[in-house]
């Protein structure tokens, strides 16, 4: 496999990010600019931005990799995850922008008023924090060792440069434009890839993911039915998918770097417009992973059994096409 192109990709990425990031600097002069962006982000703008944020290498290649391994009961993970931006809306967004606060425990606070309660809040915060980057580094070693055949440690390291690098240079204005960026090309990068693997698989006669030509680990029978009661559910299946959809439902509100976007909206009208076209973008996302997850079934079900089903969406281009046009596919 010639790494070349994939090496490339990432040089020009990081560069675009760090360029895009630096430009914020421009417009950053006060501590209102960079801590939540003198409040001036339009809801459209916004809305990009956090679902660049909050579409992690969890939603790209953990919900295709779930597909491809457990069947359509993993989606209830992307549905849950979308529908907690109802709860936002409704109980979270207004409230927390007409508080004035720059971050959530200055809002804990203030709602409180316990200072015991702010910095509890500040260490779930980092705790929280934390726990969201590792799945971050280990997508983003995936993605370096199977693009560029570099060593995935780097992954990390190069993730950490360049987000370093947007933050400190204008603060949220650089991150609130480096956001935004990141969320049309993901949503390019999964897109344009599968077009042309849909093509082949019409060309192929449209054969169906329920029905695999390698060994997924016997889970081919109850692969399509989202109640199947599969592994770990101890034969409770709808009481499982109900536990799925209520954790990640009310789970959206608790992630801090998602919820400080809000105060970053002129006000709390413009706070739910914000979560309004989020809920667009998050929908319009979350319909590619699962395609490239039964596509996986048909074409890479040995990923399953080697125990790399989150490779799929970085295996397809080379397992269904081939040549340039694979290497240019993975590495976008």
Known sequence: MNHAT???AVVVVSLLTVAIGTYGLRISRTTSDFFVA?????PALNASAIGGEYLSAASFLGVAGLVLAFGA???WYPVGWTAGYLVLLVLVAAPLRRSGAYTLPDFAEARLGSRRVRALTSTLVVGIGWLYLIPQFQGAGLTLRLATGLDARLGGLVVAVVVLISVLSGGMRSVTFVQAF????KLTALLVPVVFLLIVWLGDGSPSPASPAFDVGGYAGDWAD?????VGQSGHPLYTTYSIIVATFL????????VVRFYTNPDGRAARRTTLVV???LGLFYVLPPIYGALGRVYAGDLVADGRSDAVVLSLPHRMLGGVAAESLTAL
């Not at 003198?38 to 339009?42: A, H, L, W, Y």
């Not at 990141?182 to 090309?185: G, N």
């Not at 989202?226 to 599969?230: F, H, I, R, V």
């Not at 789970?251 to 998602?258: A, C, D, E, Q, S």
């Open 226 to 230: 989202p109640l199947a009661g599969g």
């Open 251 to 258: 789970g959206t509100m608790g992630l801090p770097h998602v």
């Open 38 to 42: 003198s409040r001036t982000v339009s």
């Open 6 to 8: 994939g090496i490339a």
């Open 279 to 281: 809920l667009g973008l």
């Open 73 to 75: 009961e993993m989606l």
């Open 182 to 185: 990141q969320y049309w090309l």
